[in-house]
């Protein structure tokens, strides 16, 4: 059974798939193309001798957070407590309430064992994300046994990272 998927492509389903996802129709309907969709948190991960380099683009949802945090705690080098630069420069923060900024946190909370006294240095690019990460911070505090340095710079922040200790490569 064919269908066409949001765009008008051609493409194989089914029966009882949906052609296109709702985010798609929506998309579609407003006539968002290529940079202008919405497109959920996608994240890299790479170990660099002492510390993580991570970057997270899109938007971020309680579950994408979940799958990074996962994937973060799970890297074959990390170790609670671990250093981690993070560039959130493509992130979109547009969108996050505080009701969902509280929810990311809650999600952000959960991963509090295996992350243990983490060592992040965040940089973005503008007010909004820089506010959004300010409110991030006041849900956690007390709450979790990292510290986050939030930044305007790649440099600024990997400075700070590179004079905070991380996990000795014993333990």
């Not at 969709?37 to 002492?50: A, G, H, P, T």
């Amino acid at each position: 059974m064919g269908g066409h998927a949001a765009g008008g492509k051609p493409r194989t389903r089914k029966r009882g798939e949906p052609v296109c996802t709702i985010t798609d129709f929506v998309e579609t309907l407003l006539g968002l193309q290529g940079s202008q969709r919405r497109v959920v948190l996608e994240f890299s991960i790479v170990f660099r001798d002492r510390y993580f380099d991570v970057t997270l683009t899109g938007i971020p949802t309680v579950e994408t957070l979940d799958n990074y945090l996962e994937a973060l705690v799970n890297h074959e080098n990390w170790q609670p407590g671990s250093l981690v630069l993070t560039d959130e420069i493509g992130l979109d923060a547009s969108s996050i309430s505080t009701q969902v900024g509280r929810s990311l946190a809650a999600t952000a909370l959960r991963w509090r064992k295996e992350l243990g006294p983490a060592q992040i240095a965040i940089f973005v690019a503008d007010d909004l994300q820089f506010g959004m990460n300010r409110m991030w911070g006041a849900f956690i505090e007390n709450q979790w046994d990292g510290v986050a340095g939030l930044f305007r710079s790649q440099e600024e922040a990997l400075t700070w990272l590179m004079t905070r200790r991380g996990p000795s490569p014993s333990s």
